[in-house]
């Protein structure tokens, strides 16, 4: 049997996930990778190290976080090429998830270095695999974009995808993410998974709004992931643009500005007002052509 997870004499980066909370979903094969690399680069050192420390590793420990990514990456790139190992870890999960990464895989990918993933935590995965929702398809969306416009127009674009959508959220931003979701994707029933791996580990399942009820009862604090289960009508064709839906109402129907909102929010599930500026906009346009 040859082992991928041997560290040879070429240069190899190995990208090692870390527990999401519980430090007993740390890999037999993470603990000696880490142990055997040449480098460590963490997102976090300060935070790494007492991971480290836990499981006896001591290594050389340099960071790489998304604002000295391109410098940092630059300097690993070189410790690869003398043929050294260097093992890539983030503040918890899987390195390239919703975390640092991509860019250091992708140079040393492009300059034929060895890339090695260390497979463990995941909490994108970890809360699909006891969501209860569809699993055989399914959407991973990282972060919604915190404003609002540019959340709703996210969860919009998602809206026709066929099988489980799953999303990481802030947890002071989940009630207004719940409301968004609400106006424009309609009551489909979701999951939060909250605190996976640790001692309040929970989930709460139920339709939109039985679980924005739920969160209002009290702060939810932690981490969390939320999974929407995909909707009725779910293949891509049959969900048509906002804009399209507003022209074809406004221009082929000839309706007003007011009944093509009141249209278009029923149909594309997303709020009046959105519709209505919407509306007014591309009317205004038009008008003025
Ligand atoms: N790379 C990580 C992974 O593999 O899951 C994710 C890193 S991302 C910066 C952090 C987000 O992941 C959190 O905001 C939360 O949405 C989710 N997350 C991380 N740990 C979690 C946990 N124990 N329970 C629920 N969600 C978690």
Excluded: W
């Amino acid at each position: 049997m040859t082992d991928a997870g041997t560290v040879a004499s070429g240069a190899t980066l190995y990208i090692v996930a870390t527990p999401v909370g519980n430090l007993e979903d740390m890999t037999y094969r993470a603990v000696r990778i880490l142990g055997e690399v040449d480098l460590i680069a963490a997102e976090d050192t300060r935070h790494s190290l007492k991971l480290l420390n836990h499981f006896n590793i001591s290594k050389p420990l340099t960071s790489y976080f998304d604002h000295n990514q391109q410098f940092k990456g630059e300097r690993i790139l070189n410790t690869l090429r003398q043929g050294k190992s260097v093992a890539l870890i983030s503040d918890a999960g899987t390195p390239c998830v919703s975390d640092p990464g991509y860019h250091l895989v992708r140079d040393a990918v492009a300059e034929g270095i060895t890339v090695i993933p260390i497979p463990g935590s995941c909490a994108a995965i970890a809360a699909l695999s006891a969501s209860g929702l569809p699993s055989d398809t399914f959407t991973f969306a990282g972060f919604p974009p915190a404003r609002q416009g540019k959340r709703r127009t996210f969860l919009l674009n998602l809206a026709g995808l066929p099988g489980t959508i799953l999303l990481y959220e802030a947890p002071h931003r989940l009630e207004e993410c719940l409301r968004d979701m609400l106006d424009v994707l309609g009551e489909r029933q979701i999951v939060v998974a909250r605190e996976l791996t640790k001692i309040y580990e929970e989930f709460i399942r139920g339709t939109v709004s039985q679980v924005m009820t739920q969160v209002a009862k009290g702060k939810v604090r932690g981490e969390v992931v939320i999974l929407v289960a995909p909707g009725e009508v779910t293949p891509a064709e049959t969900v048509e643009p906002l804009d399209g839906i507003l022209l074809r109402l406004l221009d082929e129907e000839g309706l007003s500005v007011k009944d093509a909102a009141r249209r278009a929010a029923e149909i594309s599930g997303i709020s009046r007002n959105q519709a209505y500026t919407e509306a007014l906009r591309l009317k205004n346009t038009s008008e003025s052509q």
